[in-house]
């Protein structure tokens, strides 16, 4: 009997025992849960990117499914931004040609037969960005986001005096605005005519200060 025991234990593997019972394994539980029929397995590096790109497409999914007007507003902000870029380009490109920047004393709302646009297309625009919610009488004056009545106006607003221009867009989402705040160009206290703040108001200004 004790030989058959000594022998017993010369054939006791720890190694396969471990894995066949991780209770008795050095290694951690979390490990231990991989470990099937003396096999154990983790995650790749490319099965762990697919899950965390997974969640992501699948959390904006969510955004866009229970708040969908918010969703679009950040896309016609964004929208706004680009083509207030766009028509900043036309500007500038008038300025090399011309040495000034098309003139209007007084704030005018972007509508596509005003003095920027009749001095902007088609030479250096096939057409006139409008924004994408603007009515057919936008407020001359970025100075507030509403009309008259109290209501949201989105438009294009632009003034210049040769040697300066500024041009503005209202946004949906004041968020949009932190990085282009109208506030903050460097001719708005001195040239925008506007008292106050409007945290809706982004803009441009020229690039030759």
Not at 122 to 132: A, E, G, I, L, T
Request: hydrophobic residues 35%.
């Amino acid at each position: 009997m004790f030989t058959a025991l000594s022998s017993s234990k010369k054939n006791f593997k720890i190694g396969s025992s471990a894995n066949r019972h991780p209770e008795f394994n050095s290694g951690s539980i979390l490990d231990s849960c991989f470990c099937r029929n003396d096999v154990c397995k983790g995650f790749t590096l490319i099965e762990v990117l697919v899950s965390v790109a997974i969640i992501i497409a699948l959390t904006g999914f969510v955004l866009v499914v229970f708040e969908p007007e918010q969703a679009r507003a950040k896309s016609r902000d964004a929208t706004r931004l680009t083509q207030l870029r766009f028509i900043q380009n036309a500007i500038e490109f008038y300025y090399i040609t011309n040495r000034t920047y098309p003139s209007s004393a007084s704030w005018i709302a972007i509508t596509g037969t005003d003095v920027l646009s009749t001095a902007l297309v088609p030479n250096y625009m096939q057409s006139m960005s409008r924004d994408p919610k603007q009515d057919s009488t936008p407020v001359a004056s970025p100075c507030t986001k509403n009309d008259a009545g109290g209501v949201p106006d989105y438009r294009y607003n632009y003034r210049s005096g040769g040697t300066f221009y500024l041009l503005t867009a209202q946004a949906e989402i004041d968020t949009s605005v932190k990085d282009y705040i109208c506030s903050n160009l460097l001719h708005w206290s001195t040239q925008s005519g506007c008292a106050g703040s409007n945290p809706s108001c982004m803009g441009f200004e020229n690039k030759t200060l």
